[in-house]
C-alpha cells in the first residue's frame, strides 16, 4: 500500500496507477481508497461522486495525452500536427493499453451528458491547435480554401477522420497522405 495521499492531484495520480493496470473500468472510490491508504470518506472530500472521480481522471490522462498548449504548437506544417497527433496516440496507448475505447463506455454508462461534456472540452483544444497549425502552413496552395471549403470545415473533416483511425485502428499513413495530397 502506498504512503497517505490526501491531495486531490495525488489521488488522480493514482487513479491514472490503476487505469495503466486494470483500465478505467477498475477505477473506483473503493479501489482509489484503497490504492492511496485513506478511507472512502476520504476520497468523498474531494470527488463527491465517481462520476466526478472519473471525469477528473480521464481529463487529466488526455490532457497527458494531448499536451498541446500554445507555447509548444512549433508545427510548420498541418500534416506535421496531424502526425504528432498520432504520435501522442501510440504512447498514450503504450502508457495506458485499452483507454481510448474504454474511457468513452465507462463514462457514457455512467453519466452520458458529463461524459459528451469532458470529450467536447478536449475536442475543442485540439482542434484549435490544428486550425492555428492550419491557417500558419505557408505551403498550403491559395487555392484549397474558398467558399464551398474553409479552414474550419476542414479542420472538422480531419479530426473525424482522426477520430475514425484512432479508434478503430486503421493505417495513419494513409490519413496523412489524403490530406498531404489535399493541401500540398
Known amino acids: 500500500m502506498n504512503i497517505a495521499v490526501s491531495s486531490k492531484e495525488d489521488l488522480i495520480n493514482e487513479c491514472k496507477k490503476i487505469v495503466k493496470q ?10 482509489l481508497a484503497k490504492e492511496a491508504g485513506i478511507s472512502t470518506g476520504a476520497v468523498y472530500n474531494y470527488f463527491p461522486s465517481k462520476n466526478q472521480l472519473l471525469a477528473e481522471t480521464i481529463g487529466s490522462i488526455w490532457g497527458e495525452i494531448f499536451h498541446f498548449s500554445s507555447s509548444n504548437l512549433s508545427f510548420t506544417s498541418f500534416s506535421q500536427c496531424l502526425q504528432a497527433l498520432f504520435d501522442s496516440i501510440e ?6 493499453p485499452h483507454f481510448f475505447t474504454e474511457h ?4 457514457s454508462m455512467e453519466n452520458e451528458k458529463m461524459g459528451k461534456k469532458l470529450m467536447a472540452s478536449y475536442w475543442d483544444h485540439i482542434k484549435e491547435s490544428m486550425l492555428l497549425t492550419l491557417r500558419s502552413d505557408q505551403q498550403v496552395r ?8 474553409t479552414p474550419e470545415e476542414f479542420v472538422e473533416y480531419c479530426f ?3 477520430l475514425s483511425v484512432m479508434v478503430s485502428e486503421k493505417r495513419s499513413e494513409s490519413l496523412l497522405k489524403f490530406v498531404e495530397n489535399a493541401l500540398y
Do not use: C, N, T, W
Open 104 to 107: 468513452a463506455l465507462v463514462m
Open 142 to 149: 491559395h487555392d484549397v480554401f474558398g467558399p464551398d471549403l
Open 22 to 31: 486494470q483500465g478505467i473500468k477498475g477505477v473506483s472510490i473503493r479501489s
Open 91 to 96: 504512447a498514450g496507448k503504450q502508457l495506458y
Open 160 to 162: 473525424e477522420l482522426f
